[in-house]
């Protein structure tokens, strides 16, 4: 499975951005899908994940208490695609964001980097004051 997010992008505090993940080589509609970032000097750390769906979209969600009634993370299995909707974004918000697949089927709840077998390259996300 090979991961690509897009969505980049510079954008003034309150400001809104949606990024995508495009997956290949295989159907993702039953992987766990998660979207983490990591600021400079950080850590990567968790911002959204839904698990998978039978239908074209769906899945249940989980959020940081961060970005939690800000973000949304949706999917469309149809196009193959994670979608991070981002809405009141604060400088804070800035950060290289990633997009990550689970394979494993055990149930787990999503927000650990290491929970994650396929990661995106990242896309950069910077919100100015």
């Known amino acids: 499975v090979q991961l690509q997010a897009s969505g980049a992008g510079l954008v003034q505090a309150g400001g809104s951005l949606r990024l995508s993940c495009a997956a290949s080589?295989?159907?993702?509609?039953?992987?766990?899908m998660g979207w983490f970032r990591q600021a400079p000097g950080k850590e990567r750390e968790f911002v959204a994940t839904?698990?998978?769906?039978?239908?074209?979209?769906?899945?249940?969600?989980n959020y940081a208490d961060s970005v939690k009634g800000r973000f949304i993370i949706s999917r469309d299995n149809v196009e193959n695609t994670v979608y991070l909707q981002m809405n009141s974004l604060k400088p804070e918000d800035t950060a290289v964001y990633y997009c990550?697949?689970?394979?494993?089927?055990?149930?787990?709840?999503?927000?650990?980097?290491?929970?994650?077998?396929?990661w995106g390259q990242g896309t950069l996300v910077t919100v100015s004051s």
């Open positions: 080589g295989r159907s993702v509609s039953n992987y766990r």
């Open positions: 990550a697949a689970r394979a494993r089927l055990d149930p787990v709840l999503g927000t650990y980097p290491t929970s994650y077998d396929y």
């Open positions: 839904v698990t998978w769906s039978v239908s074209w979209s769906g899945g249940s969600t």
